[in-house]
């Protein structure tokens, strides 16, 4: 995420606020909040958001860097606002967080207001926040601004050396985010983060809060709702983290995933061979994927993609199958006929994080204070090559990208989840996610017993509320109109079918009309 600049002021942490009406069922949905939020003493100081349309604020929420010492040393959290206009129908506060972790929320109220749509967007104020060192909030988290930078050693060691490299590499990372923030590191987890959220919600003079998070955001939801279920009013979970796989299974159930989506791609660019040229059978374009990466190792395409951005770029599909048009173009013209342009197009799209590292810094500061990794190398070389042996698309990858936190200068400490004293709560999952693999839902819907559990069947998409699917919005929105839920079953309260596969652009040209798609590219918690 890039940082975007804002409008700073000194914010107060006044607790008042108007009284809100107390949780809905399907049958008793809740009345709307009619009281705007009481004034705070000091207020906020909004002004105008820098770089975002006009009527979103931004202010600065200062919290305790270390809860246990809240009069101790502060950091400040960038809030952004864009108020109700509906006061006859006021809803409260709305809060997002997109993921990561490291993710920027600050533009949100503009994201989600379209995607809620005007009427039901105009009931609530809504609320987006960088966490704690993302973005514009104080300090904005950077260990090495050039650790990604193009081209890195292929993410597939060759030999024990080149893994071993590999490893003394992510260790110097961990070395410079705890040489640059020292103390800061051992309040960065998830629980930190929820904490921030009640002094943002003391800061709107709110007595509870509603809440939207997707990806890691579910997560972050689900601990804000477990410290403090009594200051929940409404709570949205979109493509759900495992919380029983915190962090490092997690990230190896990851990795057969998106091996799942990865063969589906290349199955889907087979169907449509008088296209793209590569092949009948999946196995076929699967053959040419490779050989374009190992020719990409030789000879770096406009010396910037090389076999680990490409495998960067291509791992955007399996967030969003929306993509796969624009990605086997690039692949099929690279492949066929040598041309770049198309993949570094790519690239610059969905795989270039160079120059910036705070999505990287926030993530690893995040995810190796959450609990507890393993500390022993050869721990992760038999994980993680046992991986590779059947899910080679992501896994060395995914074990660079984490690899940190085998040496992290804080030892995490895993948060227990626990749903039981929330009073109800809306969960969507798509059951081929590949970033927040399916179990992830039916575990969340566990600990939340009162929690709906909504299903895609089939769609491999991340992120399913607001992208125009008719029967998942529909359900979003009457939850957050008037906190109407599904009924409850065993198991999935609910189920949608998925989002049809795109189809290619010169296909599509000769279709009378081509299938309706995601009417956006934005995909949560996306590294």
């Given at each position: ?75 400040k ?117 929820a ?8 800061a ?34 979109d ?42 059978t ?39 199958k ?115 693999p399916?179990q ?30 008719a ?14 839920l ?18 290619p ?14 009417h ?8």
């Open positions: 995420m890039k940082k975007i600049l804002i409008a700073l002021a000194a914010a107060g942490l006044g607790l008042s606020g108007a009284l809100v009406a107390g949780p809905a069922t399907a049958d008793a949905p809740r009345a709307p909040e009619h009281t705007p939020p009481a004034p705070q003493w000091p207020p906020l100081q909004w002004a105008q958001c820098e770089n975002l349309p006009a009527g979103i604020e931004c202010a600065m929420v200062e919290v305790p860097m270390d809860y246990h010492r809240p009069r101790g040393q502060k950091i959290i960038a809030v952004s606002r864009k108020k109700a206009t509906d006061t006859a129908h006021y809803q409260g506060a709305l809060l997002f967080n997109p993921g990561g972790p490291g993710g920027s929320g600050l533009a949100y109220p503009a994201v989600m207001g379209a995607r809620l749509g005007a009427d039901l967007a105009a009931r609530y104020d809504l609320i987006g926040f960088d966490p704690r060192g993302v973005g514009a909030s104080e300090p904005s988290l950077s260990c090495d601004p050039h650790y990604s930078d193009p081209v890195r050693p292929d993410y597939v060691p060759a030999n024990p050396p080149e893994e071993l490299a590999w490893a003394e590499r992510a260790r110097g990372y961990a070395a410079a985010c705890g040489e640059k923030y020292g103390e800061l590191l051992k309040h960065m987890s998830t629980t930190d983060a904490m921030d959220m009640d002094q943002i919600r003391k709107l003079g709110r007595r509870q809060i509603s809440y939207v998070g997707y990806s890691y955001g579910t997560y972050l939801g689900a601990t804000y709702a477990t410290l403090f279920p009594g200051n929940v009013r409404r709570l949205v979970l493509s759900i983290v495992n919380p029983k796989r915190i962090w490092y299974g997690h990230n190896l159930d990851q990795n057969h995933a998106f091996e799942a989506r990865a063969k589906e791609f290349f199955a889907w660019i087979a169907k449509y061979d008088d296209t793209y040229h590569l092949g009948t999946a196995a076929d374009v699967e053959k040419a994927y490779y050989a374009a990466r190992a020719k990409l190792k030789a000879t770096p395409a406009g010396g910037k993609v090389g076999p680990d951005e490409l495998d960067d770029t291509f791992l955007a599909g399996g967030y969003l929306s993509r796969w048009p624009r990605l086997a173009e690039a692949l099929a013209k690279y492949a066929t006929a040598g041309e770049t342009d198309a993949l570094l197009s790519a690239f610059g799209v969905y795989g270039d994080n160079s120059g910036d590292d705070n999505t990287l810094a926030v993530y690893s500061a995040v995810e190796c204070s959450d609990a507890r990794w393993p500390r022993d190398w050869t721990t992760w070389h038999a994980d993680w090559s046992r991986s590779y042996r059947t899910a080679p698309f992501l896994s060395w990858g995914n074990a660079w990208f984490n690899a940190q936190c085998a040496f992290w200068p804080v030892h995490g400490h895993e948060q227990r989840i626990d749903g039981r004293s929330v009073k109800d709560a809306l969960f969507f999952q798509d059951t081929k996610d590949a970033a927040t399916y992830g839902g039916l575990e969340m819907h566990k600990l939340f017993p009162t929690s709906r559990l909504v299903v895609m069947d089939g769609g491999g998409n991340h992120g399913l509320t607001g992208r125009g699917d029967c998942v919005d529909d359900i979003w929105k009457a939850y957050l109109s008037d906190g109407t599904p009924a409850s079953r065993p198991g999935p309260d609910a189920h949608c079918a998925p989002f049809p596969d795109p189809v652009p010169s296909v599509a040209a000769t279709l009378k009309s081509a299938a309706p798609q995601q956006d590219d934005w995909v949560p918690g996306e590294r």
